[in-house]
C-alpha cells in the first residue's frame, strides 16, 4: 500500500497562474482533508471531505477549491495563485465516520513557491 | 486564546535524558488527543493516541492526559539523537457545530549527544 500519495512534489508558480495539487490514498479512509504549513503557524485545515460527495471549508479556504472526485482522490485547485499561498501543502486521510475523529495519515507534501 | 497551545521551544534535552512536551487546549468537551512527530522536510506521522484521563505507554514514549486541566503531554524516556524533531500536538475541537482536528504550532526538540 503507498498510502497518500500527492503530485507534484514542488512547484514554482507565477502570480496570478492556477494549478491543481492531486492527492490519492489507497487505505479505503472516507475523510480527507488539505492542510498548508508555514513557518510558526503549525498546520491549518484549508478545506476537507467527511465522504465521498461532500466538501466543507476548514480554517483558511480563501484562493482555493476542492474536487472530491471519487472515494480515492481529493484535488485542490489554486485559481489565481498569489505569493500568500507559498507554503507547503499536505493531504491527510482518516477513517472518520459520523463526525467521529480518527488518525489522520499524512502524504509526503507539496512545495509550492508563488513567484 | 489558542484552540491548541504549545511552547514552540527550541526545547533542547541531553542524549538519555527525559524529554517533556506540553499542550493546552480550549474545548473542554474535547475527546481525540494526538501527538504526531515531524522530522524537517517531511510529514507528519502519528506516534501516540490517548483518549482518557490518565497515561499511555508505548516503548519509550508516555501520552499523559488530565481532561480537567486540559492538558496533554508527551514524555520521551532515554532521548536519541533520533528523536530531534518537530512534535506536534493535534485535539478534536468542536468548530461550528462540527468536530475538527486543530494542532498547535509544534515544539522543536533537540537531543543532543
Known amino acids: 500500500n503507498a498510502g497518500v500519495t500527492q503530485t507534484p512534489k514542488f512547484q514554482v508558480l507565477k502570480t496570478g497562474q492556477s494549478m491543481t495539487l492531486q492527492c490519492a490514498q489507497d487505505m479505503n479512509h472516507n475523510s480527507m482533508y488539505w492542510y498548508r504549513q508555514d513557518p510558526g503557524m503549525g498546520l491549518r485545515l484549508i478545506y476537507y471531505s467527511a465522504s465521498e460527495g461532500t466538501t466543507d471549508k476548514g480554517e483558511v479556504p480563501n484562493g482555493y477549491n476542492v474536487s472530491r472526485l471519487n472515494k480515492r482522490e481529493f484535488s485542490l485547485r489554486l485559481e489565481s495563485a498569489a505569493p500568500s499561498q507559498t507554503s507547503v501543502y499536505f493531504c491527510?486521510?482518516?477513517?472518520?465516520?459520523?463526525?467521529?475523529?480518527?488518525?489522520?495519515?499524512f502524504g509526503p507534501g507539496t512545495r509550492l513557491l508563488v513567484l | 486564546q489558542k484552540e491548541v497551545e504549545q511552547n514552540s521551544g527550541p526545547l533542547s534535552v541531553p542524549e538519555g535524558a527525559i524529554a517533556s512536551l506540553n499542550c493546552t487546549y480550549s474545548?473542554?468537551?474535547?475527546?481525540?488527543f494526538f501527538w504526531y512527530r515531524q522530522y524537517s522536510g517531511k510529514s507528519p506521522e502519528l506516534i501516540m493516541s490517548?483518549?482518557?484521563?490518565g497515561d499511555k505507554e508505548d516503548g519509550r514514549f508516555t501520552a499523559q492526559l488530565n481532561k480537567a486541566s486540559q492538558y496533554v503531554s508527551l514524555l520521551i524516556r532515554d532521548s536519541q539523537p533520533s528523536d530531534s524533531a518537530t512534535y506536534l500536538c493535534?485535539?478534536?475541537?468542536?468548530?461550528?457545530?462540527?468536530?475538527?482536528?486543530?494542532f498547535g504550532q509544534g515544539t522543536r526538540l533537540t537531543i543532543n549527544p
Open positions: 490517548i483518549y482518557s484521563n
Open positions: 474545548d473542554r468537551g474535547s475527546q481525540s
Open positions: 491527510a486521510s482518516s477513517e472518520a465516520v459520523g463526525g467521529g475523529i480518527e488518525t489522520q495519515y
Open positions: 493535534a485535539v478534536n475541537i468542536l468548530i461550528q457545530g462540527a468536530q475538527k482536528l486543530v
